[in-house]
Every structure is written in structure tokens, then in C-alpha cells.
């Protein structure tokens, strides 16, 4: 995809979150480049790399990176380095390959969540009074929203295919045809 991006000078970003591991294999046994950024520069591609636990700078990274690729009609590369702090799947273990200090202080201290909230309460903009406020607020919305949704006339299934496909696939139109049938 880097490689056709490049050659047919797509105006297109790619963003690749960069955690550390594949599946349970460290990056450092996955390849000896430095990280992912050399391999965009490698097809030609402006590539960027960013803090991925950092909300404002990833901001910045994919507004300038946009910016670039539309002014530029380039593709552009963002490396975001981050950390996977869960399992890489329901079937992995990931304290099996790495110790459950190393995962609680990523999530502790590299939490993208808590450094924008500490952030914006730093500015005066956020506060526990504010988010309980919105917390309420939102609350009694869905809550409203559900009253509203469990009233209303529930849409026949028949028309379940009719808005997505012009001319739907032969597989959606054989479901179609056992959703009529019963």
C-alpha cells in the first residue's frame, strides 16, 4: 500500500500504531530498522513520528500530516509510538512475555487519557465537578433516548437489505430471500 501510495502520489495518510510488540514478539526481533518511519522515507514518503500517547501531539502530527498530503497530493507516513497495555487478543497472555509492573506503569504514568485530562484541568478546563455535571447529563439523555427508542415502532426486517447496496451482492440477496420466506 506505501509503495502504490507513493507511486500514484495518493493524497492519503497512513497512520501505523507502533506499540511495541507483534502479537507476543518484541519489535526489536521483528526488524533492525528504526521502527516504522524508515520504511515510509524508504518509498518516498514524508514519514512522521510521534509520541501515540500524546493527544495534542498526535493532533498536531495528523493536522499538519493532512495538510501536507492535500497541498502536497503525497502520501504521508505516521509512526505513532505507543504502548498496548491489554492482551493482543482473547487468546493471549500477555504477562506471559512481559511483567505486569512494566504494563501498570505504561498505564499509569504513559496513559493518553489521564495526560490530556491532567492537561486540561492544568488550564482550569476540566474538573471533577464538571465531569460528574456531564456524567448526569448524559445519563438522563440515554436514558430519554431509550424511553424514546423502546416506544417507537420497531422497522420491519423486510427492509433490512434495501439501503446499504444499489444492487446488493448474490450473498445479501440469498439472505433477502429467507427473511421474506419466513
Same mark, same amino acid.
Given at each position: 500500500a506505501l509503495n502504490f501510495a507513493a507511486v500514484m502520489e495518493a493524497p492519503v495518510l497512513f497512520i501505523c500504531r507502533n =506499540?511495541?510488540? @507483534?502479537?507476543?514478539t518484541p519489535t526489536s526481533d521483528q526488524f533492525r530498522s528504526d521502527g516504522v518511519v524508515v520504511k515510509g522515507r524508504a518509498y518516498g514518503i514524508r514519514s512522521i513520528r510521534v509520541d501515540? =500517547?500524546?493527544?495534542l501531539a498526535m493532533y498536531s502530527a495528523v493536522h499538519a500530516a493532512r495538510e501536507? @498530503?492535500? /497541498?502536497?497530493q503525497r502520501p504521508i507516513l505516521i509512526e505513532a !509510538?505507543?504502548?498496548?497495555?491489554?492482551h493482543h487478543s482473547t487468546s493471549d497472555d500477555s504477562? /506471559?512475555?512481559r511483567s505486569?509492573? #512494566?504494563i501498570e506503569w505504561w498505564n499509569k504514568a504513559r496513559n493518553p487519557l489521564s /495526560?490530556? /485530562?491532567?492537561?486540561i484541568e492544568s488550564h482550569g478546563w476540566w474538573s471533577d465537578e464538571a465531569e460528574s455535571d456531564l456524567r448526569s447529563r448524559i445519563k438522563k439523555e440515554m436514558l430519554e @433516548? !431509550?424511553?424514546? @427508542? #423502546?416506544?417507537s415502532e420497531k422497522p420491519n426486517l423486510k427492509n433490512m437489505f434495501s439501503d446499504v447496496y444499489d444492487v446488493p451482492p448474490s450473498n445479501l440477496r440469498e439472505q433477502e430471500l429467507l427473511v421474506r420466506q419466513t
Open positions: =506499540n511495541g510488540w @507483534a502479537i507476543s501515540g =500517547n500524546d493527544a501536507m @498530503a492535500v /497541498r502536497e !509510538l505507543t504502548y498496548r497495555v491489554g504477562t /506471559r512475555y505486569a509492573d #512494566e /495526560r490530556f /485530562r491532567t492537561w @433516548a !431509550l424511553r424514546v @427508542a #423502546e416506544k
